[in-house]
């Protein structure tokens, strides 16, 4: 069974979060690009539990072949680390970042997975923790014709049939279907694994497979993004702190009727 | 002396060269277990490998004076007693064989001070500390019982002692009774010989000697052929293992080659990687030198009483994991895997790795070393650790260093602040500001005060543009691969910038730069904030106003006082600014912070934090400050105390230095 797992290079959340509280994020001149030389790049958090998602099926016992792919240049750090997790093969897929939106890195990527004869399982992460579309998963589904099920935190295969424990904000659903199929794995599953030094080890002599998108035969209007990124802004942010004075139970209720007059309960 | 006839000493002197063969024997089985480690003295154990090891300083001071045993006064002066006793009588002893070729050691000064006098007090002073020893075995302190591991094997022994040194009495009273002796140096012997002699007459106190010789003489070889195969075996492993301390104090981790040729078969490369395991599941995968440790502990629990994990009620006992490990290797379970379970992850990552039990070991044993290959293991080998800890460490990888989602970004701590960046060739020192004092809000005093110090006393410092770790918490919790991959990207950017000089606010990025950095290829010389600001004001660059009414605790931390011997320069710089008072448990004894060992990020709850009991045992002082000169002992200390009191009462060396420093 072949799994493609698709990960993305994000910056790091907490850095950027904490340059936006500091007040330090900034916007180049063309008042879209982050300047954030200084901002840690790393894996995003669901594809990497997307990864774990992976690894859980191959330690049930699932005979399988987990394929890495991302795009972008310069991912040999996140690939390296993909493979020390457990990943068979790394693919690297060189594109212009700045033409990326999720219609074209879809089809990159579902042309990747058709080039190499498809595969019983895509997994992705539910969303990245940068631009927060979470829209690419359903686009490789549609590209390829393949069933997607959004927000698993759970995964069994066995032969040709898939059952996916979701999330859901009133509890866990299961559904279940034949591959292949394109899944999105939510933070529920669980902390990934800590890759083993011998892993590492072995990871650092794994070469990714470095594809150009241009080699995909895909069309020059595949390509081309239908979306653009315009403007971004950081946002302002207000703290409001008001401290509540009186006993331990004057407090309490003053509290709760705050809470109710703002309706956040 | 004529009374036992030639041949009785020909056939003793063969009882003796057997039992000596069997005590021979008994060290080589122990030495057969300790050659199942991995080799410690290089390939091959030549006399240089060992001359190599030698610690002569440990050897004199542990190993023949006994020092460590003196910090527990009631045994300590039991052992030394014995010990001067046992020292008495075997000299007596191999004396006594001069007198076969004629020598008259009897006579005169000697024979009354050495062979009559002395004897009769070594006995004195070897039964005065068996029964001591004995009657302690019946009301053993906590210690000898602590992690439910007693050496049971010690009695028989102790026994067996007690009665060669009566039997010895005894047949030295019936020679007496019948040889009355005028002096008075033999007193035991002459008091109960009067005694014998009247009751039994002159044949029967003959007849009594000749037993009683021969029952003391069997007893005695017994015993030499029984030390080396039972706890009395420390006798000779406890200085031998002090002999071979390591000559750095603390904890000094081997290091691991994780460089493989790319250019290998590749074949090759893969049955390598096959077999390759990292740290130690069982007892052949420590080194020797560690299961000398483990031959040596007599499971006395002075570790147990220092370790600040088991004081606090956590998993880990140190003596619990030396005894468990010893015995395996007396089991000659060498290659069970099991042992690594036995001892338990929770125990193997409770250890802040203060080394504090190495300091009270009187046969030099080093548990951290033991407990760090354990935890090597659990980390490289099977990714299993406490899941705070595997949080730090994926940061440390991802990040390059250990904070989760930290509040402050790299350049905060200087913001407003005109700090000079290091300049290649112009600059003196690299001021490094390490993982903590970047990203922990309390911390970051400590950089900006360190700046005001070296600003006014004119020193040429700069600092990276950008922020760094040592890799100390990816090392110490486990990770060597990581810390080797953060030191080698360290090492190869200072050589490139050219740096020379470095000061740390660390106590754990001095002692990585310090110890392990240099094995990795660093040139550079490393310097504590705090040694640096004493030598300031000793050289008179920096002036300071002491406040004499202000009283000051200081908190050693363990990387700079047990691990790097560095307790003078930092109670000179504090006396600098008010007046000292020292806790119960200072300089070198100090007690740790918790924070070491990665446990800054540890911590399952549920125990003492063993912060609490520190900033507690600061406060029982009276002191109005509490000092230290780590940033990890900062924070932990004033996490703690803010429990206490909501004013600022933990300080850095640096910060009471500039609160000190004259308005220019």
């Known amino acids: ?265 | 002396m004529d009374t036992i006839p030639a041949y009785n000493y020909v056939i003793l002197a063969v009882l003796l060269c057997a039992a000596l063969y069997s005590l021979y024997l008994g060290l080589q089985k122990i030495w057969q277990g300790i050659e199942h480690g991995k080799p410690y003295f290089g390939e091959q154990i030549t006399r240089d490998a060992i001359m190599a090891k030698f610690n002569r300083d440990t050897f004199i001071k542990r190993g023949l004076l006994l020092s460590r045993l003196l910090k527990r006064p009631a045994s300590g002066v039991a052992h030394i007693i014995m010990y001067i006793g046992a020292l008495l009588l075997i000299f007596g002893h191999a004396t006594y064989m001069l007198s076969f070729i004629g020598v008259p050691v009897y006579e005169g000064w000697f024979g009354y001070l050495f062979m009559k006098l002395g004897r009769e007090l070594g006995g004195l002073m070897l039964f005065c500390g068996l029964l001591f020893f004995l009657i302690r075995r019946l009301m053993p302190p906590e210690r000898l019982t602590a992690g439910d591991k007693t050496r049971s094997t010690f009695l028989l022994g102790e026994l067996l002692m007690l009665a060669i040194i009566i039997a010895g009495f005894t047949a030295e009273s019936f020679r007496l009774g019948f040889e009355p002796n005028s002096n008075n140096a033999e007193f035991i012997g002459s008091t109960f010989g009067a005694l014998l002699g009247n009751w039994l007459g002159e044949e029967g106190a003959i007849a009594g000697f000749k037993a009683m010789w021969w029952i003391h003489a069997l007893m005695g070889c017994a015993l030499i052929a029984l030390i080396s195969r039972g706890p009395l075996s420390h006798m000779l492993i406890g200085p031998a293992n002090s002999a071979l301390a390591s000559k750095r104090p603390g904890i000094n981790l081997a290091p691991i080659n994780f460089d493989f040729d790319d250019e290998d078969d590749d074949d090759d490369d893969e049955d390598e990687e096959e077999e390759m395991t990292f740290g130690a599941t069982k007892l052949s995968d420590l080194n020797q030198k560690n299961l000398i440790d483990a031959s040596a502990c007599l499971w006395c629990g002075r570790c147990h009483e220092a370790c600040p994990a088991a004081q606090t009620g956590k998993e880990l006992s140190p003596k619990k994991v030396m005894a468990t490990c010893a015995e395996y290797l007396e089991q000659e379970k060498f290659d069970d895997a099991s042992l690594i379970d036995l001892i338990g992850q929770e125990a193997v990552f409770n250890c802040t790795t203060c080394g504090a039990c190495i300091e009270q070991c009187p046969v030099s044993n080093n548990p951290p070393e033991i407990i760090m290959e354990f935890r090597r293991n659990f980390v490289m080998d099977q990714s299993e650790m406490p899941e705070t800890m595997a949080a730090a460490n994926r940061n440390l990888e991802s990040r390059e260093h250990p904070f989760v989602g930290t509040g402050s970004n790299p350049e905060d701590w200087r913001e407003g602040l005109d700090v000079p960046f290091f300049e290649s060739g112009e600059t003196e020192y690299l001021l490094w500001i390490g993982c903590s004092v970047t990203f922990e809000e309390r911390a970051q005093d400590i950089a900006r005060a360190m700046v005001k110090i070296l600003d006014r006393a004119g020193v040429s410092y700069g600092i990276l543009e950008e922020a760094r770790c040592t890799g100390d918490p990816a090392k110490m919790m486990g990770n060597e691969m990581q810390f080797v991959e953060i030191a080698e990207a360290n090492i190869e950017d200072f050589e490139e910038m050219g740096v020379q000089k470095v000061i740390t606010l660390c106590a754990h990025c001095f002692n990585s730069f310090d110890r392990y950095y240099p094995e990795l290829g660093a040139k550079w010389e490393t310097i504590p904030h705090s040694v640096l600001i004493d030598q300031l004001i000793k050289q008179d660059k920096l002036r300071l106003v002491k406040n004499s009414h202000q009283s000051i605790t200081f908190h050693d931390p363990c990387y700079l006082a047990r691990h790097n011997d560095i307790v003078d320069e930092t109670r000179s710089a504090i006396s600098a600014v008010g007046e000292l008072i020292e806790m119960p448990r200072n300089k070198k004894d100090s007690f740790c912070c918790g924070a070491g060992g990665g446990n800054y990020w540890g911590g399952q709850g549920g125990t003492a934090r063993v912060s609490d009991v520190r900033v507690q045992e600061a406060f029982y002082t009276g002191a109005e400050k509490i000092a230290t000169s780590c940033s990890f002992c900062l924070l932990m200390l004033t996490a703690s105390a803010t429990k206490h009191t909501e004013e600022r009462t933990v300080f850095d060396i640096a910060e009471l230095v500039v609160e000190a420093m004259p308005e220019e």
Do not use: W
């Open chain 1, 1 to 265: 069974m072949r799994i493609v797992v698709c990960v993305k290079e994000v910056l790091d959340p907490d850095a950027v979060n904490n340059y936006v509280l500091a007040g330090n994020l900034k916007i180049g001149d063309d008042g879209k690009t982050l300047e954030v030389a200084a901002v840690p790049r790393l894996i995003n958090g669901f594809d990497e539990q997307a990864i774990e998602a992976a690894l859980q099926l191959r330690d049930a016992g699932v005979d399988c072949q987990i394929t890495a792919v991302s795009i972008g240049q310069d991912l040999k750090g996140l690939l390296k680390h993909c493979a020390a997790l457990g990943a068979n093969e790394i693919v690297a897929i060189d594109a212009d970042l700045n033409t990326l939106d999720h219609h074209v890195t879809a089809n990159i990527l579902a042309a990747y997975i058709n080039s190499i004869g498809g595969a019983d399982l895509v997994l992705c992460g539910r969303q990245a923790s940068d631009d927060d579309q979470g829209a690419t998963p359903a686009l490789i589904g549609e590209k390829l014709g393949m069933p997607v099920v959004p927000l698993a935190r759970a995964l069994e295969a066995n032969d040709s049939t898939l059952r996916v424990t979701r999330v859901t904000p009133d509890g866990d659903e299961i559904v279940e279907g034949a591959m292949p199929a394109v899944v999105t794995i939510s933070n529920e599953l669980g902390d990934p694994r800590f890759p083993t030094a011998k892993a590492k080890m072995a990871a650092r002599k794994k070469k990714p497979t470095n594809i150009a998108a241009a080699d995909l035969g895909l069309s020059a209007d595949d390509l081309a993004p239908k979306t653009i990124l315009c403007q971004q802004e950081v946002p302002e942010i207000q703290g409001n702190c008001e401290f509540l004075e009186g006993s331990a139970e004057d407090v309490a209720k003053q509290l709760l009727e705050k809470l109710r007059a703002d309706s956040t309960i």
